[in-house]
């Protein structure tokens, strides 16, 4: 299993074994690089502990226990855990300021538990099968175990085609789990009984607000300022990702203050004015004197898709997976961990939909006339031309929000997908969704930004960033994430975040005197890719080939003749359906990759 994960951790590895129990780690080196082999046992052998990922405040917590009479042989980081789990038990998770994955045997009680991390950033998958628990941080360590692949679940690929990942703790595979975040897996090996416990939540958004804002303003510069400050421990190069927006601006602002050195920066570009950001990311990076590096992906970097399909070991349609990849490619040449801005505009109501979908708010007659639009849109065909403008014209905001996220909406979604697997799915992702927003307490703003926090937040954005990363055993850490900084976020009102004409209007006035004015006021530019001109010009053959394929035909998961009005329409340039073509080829790679290979021994761990 360990050796399926060396990318993960290229440096060391090590396993542990104490049965009912076995633990096993590949460690990417960062912290006490000479002495910080895992696994680590203590007190005689009682607490044995693994992980993937950081706890930034080890030091603190480090000095804390070492008072209250505990003996430490490392510097590490992991240490810490294994001490702060025998002096608090779960309740030690809450104190962890950082990124985890973590598995612990409790020798004495004879008891594991798993652990992950507030936000979700580091991921921790388990299946019961047979009498045992099998647990890791990625899902083909756990087929590799089993030797094969379990069935696809349908609730999960209703996930994948109508948002383009799959959400929520079920993972791809049927019986397979995610460890929620914020949560511990506890299970005890004597009656194989077990217990989920949250030590975390994601607050709720204030009803008013607790401080005077220019006080919010000053505690916020702090907290993120201790943020980066503690995320700076390393005994290895670290530096930035660096898009021309805010968040990574703020985060680099930050480096330059608590780091002695210039820092280095890496940026991706297409070579496309409509998506690069390079100009905007060298003149950031400029204005702090790091030390900047870039690279232009072109069209033929697309083909990196069987790749990632590999790395992304769960289908993944965000299609930004590319340059996030080919920026830990360039960052892997020169650093070992790198800080970015990731988790900002969920924070702090960032993302254009959110005020777009306030514009929608509307009245009594309004809604009753976008029914009316929606009930005639039901009896347009599904791949006439205006039937999707129609569609969204009858959808109220957190409707407009939800499909706004969508790859597949679901009148394409059921026309597309294959019946049996709509009739084994037990709801349709995109109205559960919008009722989950519609029945959310607090604001309109606040019950999208919740959503995101919760769905779009730990399934797309940190899956894609941890496996891009990880890949290259590259380490990426997000300061805007911690949860202090999340938890004083969320005690501002939303009105103090953004309204139907502005967005990240606190975050702005926190950052204003750390950015040069022009990063300010640049416009909000995602980090997407020129998807459809890359198919419509010179990736469209390729994709054929690979929908059309017997194998992919077979899988039936999806209408083959649909599939092919998809093709024929974005061709001919009638529709745009990049990001769904890009959603099959991805799926389509993900089963080659994951489930028709025949699983064979792997070289055990040295």
Same mark, same amino acid.
């Given at each position: 299993m360990i050796a399926t994960l060396r990318h993960r951790g290229p440096d060391d590895c090590g396993t542990f074994v104490d049965p009912p129990a076995a633990l096993a780690a590949a460690r990417l080196s960062i912290i006490d690089?000479? /002495?910080?082999?895992?696994?680590? $046992?203590?007190?005689?052998?009682? =607490?044995?502990? @693994?992980?993937?990922?950081e706890i930034y405040n080890y030091v603190e917590l480090r000095d804390e226990l070492r008072r209250a009479g505990r003996r430490f042989t490392t510097a590490c980081d992991t240490e810490v855990i294994a001490h702060l789990y025998a002096a608090e038990g779960i309740d030690g998770f809450s104190r962890m300021r950082g990124m985890f994955a973590i598995a612990i045997w409790d020798a004495p009680r004879r008891r594991l538990v798993l652990a992950r991390d507030r936000a979700g950033k580091k991921p921790l998958y388990y299946l019961r099968q047979n009498g045992e628990l099998i647990f890791a941080s990625e899902t083909k360590a756990i087929l590799d175990a089993i030797g094969g692949s379990p069935a696809v679940s349908a609730d999960a690929l209703l996930s994948f085609?109508?948002?383009?990942?799959? &959400? /929520?703790?079920?993972?791809?595979f049927e019986g397979m789990r995610r460890v929620p975040p914020g949560s511990a897996l506890v299970v005890d090996a004597a009656d194989a009984a077990s217990r989920l416990e949250a030590f975390w939540q994601w607050p709720q958004a204030a009803e008013c607000d607790a401080l005077p804002e220019s006080e919010a303003i000053e505690q916020l510069r702090a907290e993120l300022s201790e943020a980066v400050r503690i995320r700076l421990r390393s005994d290895v190069p670290l530096g930035a990702f660096l898009s021309g927006g805010v968040d990574s601006a703020a985060v680099l602002a930050l480096m330059a203050k608590h780091s002695p050195r210039p820092v280095q920066t890496f940026t991706?570009?297409?070579?496309?004015?409509?998506?690069?950001?390079?100009?905007d990311a060298r003149a950031t990076a400029a204005a702090f004197r790091a030390d900047h590096h870039e690279q232009v992906v072109t069209p033929d970097c697309i083909r990196v898709a069987e +790749?990632? &399909?590999?790395?992304?070991?769960?289908?993944?349609?965000?299609?930004?997976?590319?340059?996030?990849?080919? @920026? #830990?490619?360039?960052?892997?040449?020169?650093?070992?961990?790198?800080?970015?801005g990731d988790g900002g505009d969920e924070l702090f109501a960032g993302y254009t939909p959110y005020a777009d979908a306030l514009a929608r708010i509307g009245s009594a007659p309004v809604d009753a006339l976008?029914?009316?639009?929606?009930?005639?849109?039901?009896?347009?065909? +599904?791949? &006439?031309?205006?039937? /999707?403008?129609?569609? +969204?014209?009858?959808?109220?905001?957190?409707?407009?929000?939800?499909?706004?996220?969508? !790859?597949?909406?679901?009148?394409?979604?059921e026309t597309v997908v294959d019946p049996d697997v709509l009739r084994a799915a037990a709801a349709r992702p995109e109205r559960c969704a919008v009722a989950a927003i519609r029945a959310a307490r607090g604001t309109l703003l606040s019950r999208l930004q919740r959503w995101d926090q919760?769905?779009?937040?730990?399934?797309?954005?940190?899956? %894609? !960033?941890?496996?891009?990363?990880?890949?290259?055993?590259?380490? #990426?850490?997000?300061?805007?994430?911690?949860? %202090?900084? =999340?938890?004083?976020?969320?005690?501002?009102? $939303?009105?103090?975040?953004?309204?139907?004409?502005?967005?990240?209007?606190?975050?702005?006035?926190?950052?204003?005197?750390w950015v040069p004015p022009a990063v300010l006021e640049r416009p909000k530019r995602g980090f997407g890719v020129p998807l459809r001109r890359w198919f419509h010009e010179q990736m469209i053959g390729w994709a054929r080939d690979i929908l059309s394929d017997p194998r992919t035909r077979q899988r039936g998961w999806t209408r083959p003749s649909q599939v092919a009005v998809l093709l024929r329409q974005h061709e001919s340039g009638a529709r745009d359906h990049a990001k769904r073509i890009w959603a099959l080829v991805c799926l389509e790679l993900w089963a080659r990759a994951h489930i028709d290979p025949v699983r064979t021994p792997v070289q055990r761990c040295a």
């Open positions: 690089v000479a /002495g910080g082999h895992q696994p680590i $046992s203590i007190d005689g052998g009682a =607490i044995t502990v @693994v992980q993937n990922g085609f109508t948002f383009g990942y799959v &959400a /929520g703790e079920t993972a791809v991706i570009g297409f070579g496309d004015p409509a998506y690069d950001e390079l100009d +790749t990632l &399909a590999v790395h992304y070991d769960e289908p993944f349609a965000d299609a930004s997976a590319i340059p996030t990849f080919h @920026v #830990a490619a360039l960052a892997r040449k020169h650093v070992t961990v790198c800080l970015t976008r029914s009316a639009i929606g009930a005639g849109a039901r009896f347009v065909s +599904t791949h &006439a031309r205006g039937k /999707g403008r129609l569609s +969204t014209l009858a959808l109220g905001p957190e409707a407009w929000f939800v499909w706004r996220r969508t !790859v597949f909406p679901e009148y394409l979604l919760q769905h779009y937040l730990p399934d797309d954005i940190l899956v %894609k !960033v941890d496996r891009a990363t990880m890949a290259h055993s590259l380490e #990426a850490r997000c300061p805007l994430l911690d949860h %202090k900084v =999340i938890e004083l976020a969320a005690r501002q009102t $939303s009105a103090r975040h953004g309204d139907a004409t502005t967005t990240k209007r606190l975050f702005r006035e926190v950052i204003r005197p």
